[in-house]
């Protein structure tokens, strides 16, 4: 191979790999940044304001106010269906645990609700254009339940 050729090759290698930056490269690192699900929301139905942030490597979401929680700030986890654990805080409490971005896609699980002190397995957040978080929770593939928070300034 002449040293022409090399170089044409060089060229042509570093032109795709500028290209692939410019057009590919915002969008896979917006799928992967922490701010599109991190920060306060305001649960659709004004039950709580979970806030997400780091726990360590990953990210979980903790009930940090709400009506409710206003209404009474010593409210307690009564519904849970372990009884050991009825008696711990709900504020401050983990309802989304191990947030993470997989290809795009973020995924936390398990999740819980203290309202009903349910919980299940895994959920989807998906932020949406209009600046609210659609939390999609399964316990099957066909029994799911979806909120729509709001981002809290």
Sequence with gaps: MSRVDLQARR??????????????????????????????????????????????????????????????????????????????????LVVLDHIRSERGVWRAGPVYDPLSGRSAPAATLTPRADGTLEVKACLAAILCTVQRWHRQR
Excluded: F, K, Y
């Design 11 to 92: 060229s042509i290698a570093l032109a795709w790999g500028v290209v692939l930056t410019l057009c590919c490269g915002p969008a896979m690192a917006q799928a992967d940044r922490p701010t599109d699900v991190a920060g306060r929301w305001q649960t659709d139905r004004d039950d709580g304001v979970v806030t997400i942030d780091r726990c360590g490597r990953e990210l979980c979401g903790r009930v940090v106010g709400g009506g409710r929680l206003s209404a009474n700030p010593d409210q307690r986890d009564t519904h849970n269906a372990d009884p050991v654990l009825r008696e711990r805080r709900v504020e401050g």
